[in-house]
């Protein structure tokens, strides 16, 4: 039964253009990301989140965000450049607004 599921699953996706495909993953890695700041283990500073730290792509475990309290501590060597970079565009959304500042 398992199998016939998946076979499904991957034909329907693989009719799928690249952009539907990018939409549906996109939008799995943002369901997956908003779980992880309910259960307090994504504290991102950028709106929308960074997907860098999720996917364990730096110093932090996979699955987790620390960003934005590594800024409160003025520790930015520590903050992903996903979010750095979105800090520089204007989309800071950290819980402390003198942070949003700099």
Do not use: H
């Not at 499904?8 to 943002?30: A, G, T």
């Not at 997956?32 to 994504?42: C, Q, S, V």
């Not at 965000?65 to 800024?71: A, L, N, P, V």
Request: hydrophobic share 35%.
């Amino acid at each position: 039964m398992i199998l016939i599921v998946t076979f499904v699953i991957v034909v329907s996706f693989k009719q799928k253009s690249f952009e539907e495909k990018r939409e549906i993953l996109l939008n799995q890695l943002y369901i997956n990301i908003e779980e992880a700041k309910l259960e307090g283990k994504y504290e991102c500073c950028i709106e929308p989140p960074c997907t860098m730290c999720y996917l364990g792509n730096w110093v932090w475990e996979d699955g987790t965000c620390d960003c934005d309290k590594m800024m409160k501590e003025d520790k930015f060597d520590k903050v992903c450049p996903q979010c750095i970079k979105g800090l520089e565009e204007g989309r800071c959304k950290s819980t402390d607004k003198e942070i949003c500042k700099i």
